[in-house]
């Protein structure tokens, strides 16, 4: 992580974020890059630049010519270009270990420098003191051998030591462009032995992040506004003290994500979005319990004090199984996913704590002055007596109906069903000319002929703006390929890359099977807690209701014909939480009767 630090340091990158991703991943998060300087970072990424000064034997080209190999050494080869541009090929016998474990790991110092004869650029370097000293002891000790300077495998050079070299510097010769010169110097100095391999890149244009942060504000403005204002005309002077505690639960919120260096994604302010809604939910089942008290009698005070006592285990259970499927999604989450979970447990925790003290203090403190004397709120549904277990039957068979359709389609859609989350590959999203919009089946003959393999494309509409983009689907690392082709192709329509995610099938393999453990193991700590908490006939009920609500879900999300992303796993898992919500709330009442009845 470091070495890779030093690296995106050197690219002077703004605020990168680096940090590890499970056992043997590093995220690296680049913001404002330009899709040049993207494509310089990622080689710099991946460069192991592991520098090596090895021996070549003293026999290397008898040997050679002999067909022997002695042991400890291996055949390597040097690329020579001549002037008139023509390769040729010089093998050496070299050392399989570096002499005296001299390595780049001494370099302190590199640099570009010139040949003042050729012009062709070469790669300086100097050594740290323990460099130097080794340097100067293998020199020493092998005059008039040749040293096999060896870069990422590769034999750049192999000069022959003329005299002992006391102050660690040196020069790598090679066939190199000025680019690839300076690009060598940079990773040279922070070294990597074992190479890296980008498995997963996502990348979004800065104009579409700018309009997705703005739309994810707007939506959760939207939403405090009108929670805010149902709260405000239904529960009137009530609902005045749930909106102070709605505010400072955001303010809150985003303190302690603040505190917690938290990075806020889409994901994440859709988190802050539910929240808001959980927040009210636990002044609702408080404010329904003092109007009950009250229809029976008691004073101002006495149902205010019964109503929190009454609600509390209910508000309690409800979010204590929510907060089970946020910290699964912590857990075995990935990048915008666990964004999501963490912003939900905060919230959770923000959520009780304003519900549950922050309006209780404000209630008592009115009613100790005198302030509140009544607490009237409208009620839209009275007393009621349908009987809805009439129709138990009819409805359970059409609701599963519905779901074996739904599931059974999802199942004959195939692979189709599996986004690149899942099933890995590149997904690239273009902006185009809008008079210009060119045939799918041209754009589709364009992508058959780089023969990349199957590929999915389709125009999309953003129902917020109303504008188009053309969205492909392609086997992984195809999407460049695609894009070049497809702007060489079709000038007129002015593609602009928009968004390009690249998941490999390693890692599309590994969220599969995350997102199926995720769910498991979250209707799974909800049985079990309901089992404790409740009856485990309870709990049955409560994970079959689970189950039925996430494959009617399911099943209507394969009919949409969309595809199951990392985002829509954390979806499932909130329609789990907000499942056993509801029905914690009913299992609570009928605990409450089974006691007194």
Not at 207 to 227: C, E, M, N, P, W
Not at 550 to 558: A, D, E, I, P, S
Request: proline share 3%; glycine share 10%; charged share 20%.
């Amino acid at each position: 992580m470091e070495v890779l630090r030093k690296r995106v340091d050197r690219l002077g990158v703004a605020e990168p974020l680096i940090q590890p991703a499970g056992a043997n991943r590093i995220l690296i998060q680049m913001p404002g890059l330009s899709e040049e300087r993207k494509a310089e970072a990622k080689s710099n990424i991946e460069k192991a630049a592991f520098l090596e000064f090895r021996l070549v034997h003293e026999r290397s080209a008898e040997l050679i010519e002999q067909g022997i190999t002695p042991i400890g050494f291996t055949n390597m080869v040097q690329r020579i270009r001549g002037a008139d541009g023509r390769v040729t090929v010089q093998p050496y016998l070299v050392k399989r270990q570096p002499e005296h474990g001299l390595t780049g790991k001494h370099v302190s110092r590199a640099g570009v420098v010139f040949d003042p004869l050729t012009g062709q650029p070469e790669i300086s370097f100097t050594m740290n003191s323990e460099g130097a000293s080794l340097f100067a002891r293998v020199t020493r000790e092998n005059v008039g051998r040749q040293m096999a300077i060896i870069l990422d495998g590769e034999l750049y050079s192999a000069p022959r030591i003329r005299t002992e070299i006391l102050e660690g510097s040196g020069v790598i010769e090679g066939d190199f462009s000025v680019k690839e010169a300076f690009e060598l110097a940079n990773v040279l100095i922070n070294p990597l032995e074992a190479p890296v391999q980008i498995v997963e890149e996502r990348g979004v244009d800065p104009s579409l992040g700018h309009d997705s942060i703005r739309s994810g504000i707007k939506a959760s403005i939207i939403g405090a506004l009108l929670v805010s204002g149902f709260m405000l005309v239904y529960y009137l002077l009530a609902g005045v003290v749930a909106n102070v505690a709605l505010v400072l639960n955001i303010i809150m919120l985003l303190g302690v994500m603040c505190s917690f260096q938290t990075t806020l994604t889409l994901p994440g302010i859709a988190g802050v979005v539910l929240t808001m809604g959980m927040a009210v939910d636990a002044n609702v089942l408080i404010f329904e319990r003092i109007r009950e008290e009250r229809a029976a009698g008691k004073s101002l005070r006495g149902s205010i004090s019964a109503g929190y006592s009454k609600a509390f285990g209910t508000i309690f259970d409800s979010n204590l199984t929510t907060l089970i499927s946020s910290v699964i999604l912590i857990l075995l989450g990935t990048g915008p996913v666990k964004g999501f979970g963490v912003t939900l447990a905060i919230g959770i925790a923000v959520s009780m704590f304003t519900a549950l003290v922050v309006t209780r203090l404000i209630f008592d403190r009115l009613t100790e002055r005198g302030w509140l004397t009544d607490l009237r709120m409208f009620s839209f549904v009275g007393e009621t007596k349908i009987n809805f277990l009439k129709y138990s039957k009819p409805a359970f068979v059409l609701s599963w109906c519905l779901v074996l359709i739904g599931v059974g389609y999802g199942i004959h859609r195939g692979h189709d069903v599996l986004g690149v989350d899942f099933a890995g590959g590149d997904q690239l999203t273009l902006r185009y000319e809008q008079t210009q919009e060119v045939p799918v089946d041209l754009l589709r003959s364009t992508v058959q002929g780089l023969q990349l393999g199957d590929s999915m494309i389709q125009y999309q509409t953003d129902l917020s703006t109303g504008t188009k983009s053309l969205q492909l689907v392609t086997p992984f690392d195809a999407g460049g390929r695609v894009e070049q082709a497809l702007k060489e192709q079709f000038p007129e329509a002015e593609f602009q890359r928009v968004q390009l995610d690249k998941v490999g099938p390693s890692v599309g393999r590994e969220i599969q099977k995350s997102a199926i453990i995720a769910s498991l193991l979250a209707m799974l700590g909800i049985l079990a807690y309901v089992a404790v908490r409740y009856e485990v006939s309870f709990a049955i009920a409560a994970v079959v209701a689970i189950v039925h609500d996430v494959l009617m879900t399911m099943g209507w999300f394969f009919l949409s014909g969309r595809e199951l992303s990392a985002p829509i796993v954390a979806a499932v898992l909130t329609i789990i939480g907000f499942s056993i919500n509801d029905t914690i709330v009913i299992f609570d009442r009928i605990r409450e009767n089974l006691r007194r009845y």
